[in-house]
């Protein structure tokens, strides 16, 4: 598959985690539910304490499931959607999050619906399927492992919409999702915990 800003959810959300650190804290907390998000709805402080620690990231993205993404440093002023006919609509944060081992994941909520730590060996994960009535084949990207230095950062989420389309896309490719990285030496005491930005999966 080519690596591609894409991410694919069948529950409507996705999820930033460094796989090292995300892992180490359900060992320590003695966690071994592979249905993470409904342990975490059941479990308001633990999940709190995720967000507070920077140990992963959920967003509920509410009403579509596939969407584009990127990333902006201070180093990397230019991206996906400036590059690419796409329109700034929304904007939330400050949120806390830890890299670790110069790696990040971003991936769809299903990862935490049948959590694996086993599935992560690749740099891609995600499968291919029929769609259509052609039968074209199609790769559903899962998640997908970025480089990062390793580190607290402080993330500012930016909400996109494409202004107009270079090639036929379904509608449900409208949306895109930027994140704002920003190192600091610590976390935040007031980053945000809002109700639209946790574990919850929308029916």
Not at 1 to 27: E, H
Not at 55 to 81: A, C, G, R, V
Request: glycine share 6%.
């Amino acid at each position: 598959m080519n690596k591609i800003n894409k991410i694919d959810s069948g529950s409507y959300g996705i999820c930033l985690f460094s796989l090292n650190n995300f892992s180490k804290y359900l060992k320590k907390n003695k966690i071994k539910s592979k249905s993470l998000i409904n342990f975490f709805n059941k479990n308001k402080l633990l999940s709190d304490d995720t967000l507070e620690k920077g140990i992963i990231l959920p967003i509920n993205t509410m009403s579509f499931n596939q969407f584009y993404f990127d990333f902006i440093t201070e180093n990397k002023k230019q991206t996906y959607f400036s590059a690419n006919n796409w329109t700034k609509i929304a904007e939330k944060g400050i949120f806390n999050l830890e890299i670790n081992e110069n790696e990040l994941w971003i991936c769809s909520m299903d990862v935490l619906n049948a959590w694996d730590i086993n599935k992560f060996t690749q740099n891609i994960l995600g499968y291919t399927t029929k769609n259509g009535v052609e039968g074209k084949e199609l790769f559903y990207y899962e998640a997908q492992k970025m480089n990062f230095a390793s580190g607290k950062y402080l993330v500012t989420l930016h909400g996109y919409k494409r202004i107009k389309h270079n090639e036929p896309v379904n509608d449900d490719e409208d949306y895109g999702l930027g994140f704002e990285l920003k190192k600091v030496d610590s976390f935040s005491i007031n980053s945000e915990i809002p109700e639209n930005i946790n574990f919850e999966i929308v029916d």
